[in-house]
C-alpha cells in the first residue's frame, strides 16, 4: 500500500498542477481578450478620425482630407487598413496596395467585429462601423494585423508558464518539507513499533500530536493486557508444575514401599515418570522463554546466547561443544516465543542425547533455513520415516528423540512451513532441518 506521504504528495502535485494550469490559462485568455479589445478601441477611434477626414460634394461623391490621414494608412503592407463604402462608392488606403479585404455593410449605429486572413499572412482584426454624414450613408472598416501583439502574448505566455513552474517546483518543495515535518511523529511511532518488536521498548511513547493520543493510549494498552495475560498463564504453568511435582514425588515413593507384584509397580513408576517428565518439561519452557512482552521478534545475536546458557545450566552434568554457524547475525522475523520454544525444544532435544558435539547452522534469505545436528546415538530409519509423515503428531512419552517434537511441529505448522528428520552424515546422530517462509522487515 502507498505510504501516507507518498498519497498526500501526490495529492498535493496534481491540486497545484490543476491550480496553476487553470491559472495559466485563465490569465492567458484575459490576457489575449484584453490586447484585442484594446486594439479594437483603437480602430473605433480610426473609424471615427477618418469620419472626420471625410465630405461629399454636390453629387454625393466621397471625399478624403488625405493630408489629414494617417501615415500608417499610407505605407503598403503596413498592417493598418482602411476601406469605405457608400453602397456606390468604395475607397480603400494606399497600405493595401493592390489587395482587398472582405468587408461588410453595416447600418448606421451598428459595429461589427471580425478576424480574418490579410495580405502577407497578416491576422486582422477587423471593426465595420456604419455612420451617416451630410445625408449620405457609410460604412468604415479598419483593420490591424495582430501578429505583433500576438508574438509578444506568445512570449508572456511562455514566460508566466516557466514563472508559473517554478513556482510550482518552489511551493512542492515547501510543502514536501512541511509534510515530513508534520509526519514526524509517524516516523517515530514507526521507529518504536520496530523496537517494540524487537524488545527494545515496552511500550509506545505518548510525546505525540493530540490525534495520535487514543491510538497510543489503546496500543499500549493492550500491550499491558497482553503482557499480564501472558505472565499470568507462564506462571499458572509453572505453579502447575510444582504442585504436581510434590504429590508426584510422594506417589514414587509410596510405589516402592508397596507390597506389590514387580509388573504393577514397574507400571505405577513409568506412569509417574512420565508424568514428573510432563512437568518438568513445562518448567523449562518456562525458563526457556525468559520474560520478554508479546510480539517481540527473536534475535540471533540477542536471543540464542541468552537461550543457550540456560540449556548449559539445565544440562550442567554434560560437556557438550555447539557450534554455531548463523550467516545472517540479525532479527529474525518471527515471534520470539514461538522461536525460543522451537528452538528450545530442539535444543533440549540435542543436548540431552548428543554425545559431545552439536552444530546449529542458520540462513535467513526469502525464507529461514535451520538445520541442528548432533553425534548422539540418532534414529534408526523406520522411526525416522514414521517422524517425517506430514500429521503424525509425536508422543512426548517415547523415549529419544521424539520428547518435545511435536511442540516443534505445531509451531511450525503455525507458520506455515516444513520440518524433517534424518539422519546426521556429518556427525552420525540425529539431524532437523526446518524452513520457515519468512520475509525480512
Not at 49 to 76: A, H, K, M
Not at 115 to 120: L, N, V
Not at 169 to 189: C, E, G, T, Y
Amino acid at each position: 500500500m502507498q505510504s501516507l506521504q507518498s498519497k498526500l504528495s501526490t495529492g498535493l502535485f496534481i491540486s497545484l498542477v490543476i491550480t496553476f494550469s487553470a491559472l495559466w490559462l485563465l490569465v492567458s485568455f484575459n490576457v489575449q481578450f484584453l490586447a484585442e479589445e484594446y486594439i479594437a478601441s483603437r480602430l473605433k477611434h480610426d473609424a471615427d478620425t477618418l469620419l472626420s477626414r471625410i465630405s461629399f460634394d454636390q453629387n454625393s461623391q466621397l471625399i478624403i482630407d488625405s493630408s489629414r490621414v494617417d501615415l500608417i494608412y499610407t505605407q503598403p503592407f503596413s498592417g493598418h487598413y482602411y476601406v469605405i463604402n457608400t453602397g456606390k462608392q468604395s475607397v480603400t488606403s494606399r497600405s493595401l496596395w493592390d489587395q482587398k479585404i472582405t468587408h461588410k455593410i453595416v447600418d448606421t449605429g451598428q459595429q461589427l467585429q471580425s478576424t480574418q486572413k490579410g495580405p502577407e499572412q497578416q491576422s486582422l482584426l477587423i471593426i465595420s462601423a456604419g455612420y451617416k454624414k451630410q445625408g449620405n450613408k457609410l460604412t468604415i472598416t479598419v483593420a490591424e494585423d495582430l501578429n505583433p501583439i500576438n508574438e509578444n502574448i506568445t512570449k508572456f505566455k511562455t514566460g508566466f508558464a516557466v514563472m508559473a513552474v517554478s513556482f510550482l517546483l518552489v511551493l512542492l518543495i515547501f510543502q514536501i518539507i512541511i509534510l515530513r515535518l508534520s509526519l514526524k511523529p509517524l516516523n517515530k511511532i514507526q521507529n518504536e513499533l520496530k523496537a517494540l518488536q524487537q524488545g527494545r521498548l515496552e511500550k509506545l511513547s505518548t510525546d505525540t500530536p493530540d490525534e495520535l493520543q487514543p491510538l497510543i493510549y489503546e496500543v499500549n494498552h493492550l500491550l499491558e493486557i497482553m503482557q499480564k495475560n501472558l505472565l499470568r498463564s507462564r506462571n499458572a504453568l509453572g505453579d502447575l508444575a510444582h504442585s504436581i511435582k510434590k504429590p508426584l514425588t510422594v506417589i514414587k515413593q509410596i510405589t516402592s514401599k508397596i507390597d506389590t507384584s514387580e509388573k504393577n509397580r514397574a507400571i505405577l513408576d513409568e506412569q509417574s515418570e512420565d508424568i514428573y517428565q510432563i512437568t518438568d518439561r513445562i518448567l523449562k519452557r518456562a525458563r526457556l522463554a525468559g520474560h520478554s512482552h508479546s510480539g517481540t521478534l527473536f534475535s540471533f545475536s540477542d536471543d540464542l546466547p541468552i537461550l543457550v546458557k540456560t540449556l548449559e545450566m539445565m544440562h550442567a552434568n554434560k560437556t557438550i561443544q555447539l557450534n554455531l554457524d548463523i550467516t545472517h547475525n540479525t532479527i529474525c522475523p518471527v515471534d520470539r516465543e514461538d522461536m525460543l520454544e522451537l528452538l528450545g525444544n530442539l535444543l533440549d532435544n540435542a543436548y540431552k542425547w548428543a554425545a559431545h558435539k552439536i552444530t546449529v547452522k542458520v540462513k535467513i534469505n526469502s525464507e529461514l533455513h535451520i538445520v541442528i545436528e548432533d553425534d548422539g546415538p540418532g534414529a534408526d530409519n523406520e522411526k525416522i520415516n514414521e517422524i517425517s509423515k506430514r500429521g503424525v503428531r509425536l508422543d512426548e512419552k517415547v523415549h529419544g528423540h521424539g520428547f518435545g517434537l511435536a511442540i516443534s511441529a505445531d509451531i511450525i505448522a503455525d507458520y506455515k512451513g516444513s520440518i524433517s528428520f534424518k539422519h546426521s552424515d556429518e556427525l552420525g546422530g540425529f539431524r532437523v532441518d526446518i524452513t520457515l517462509p519468512v520475509h525480512q522487515q
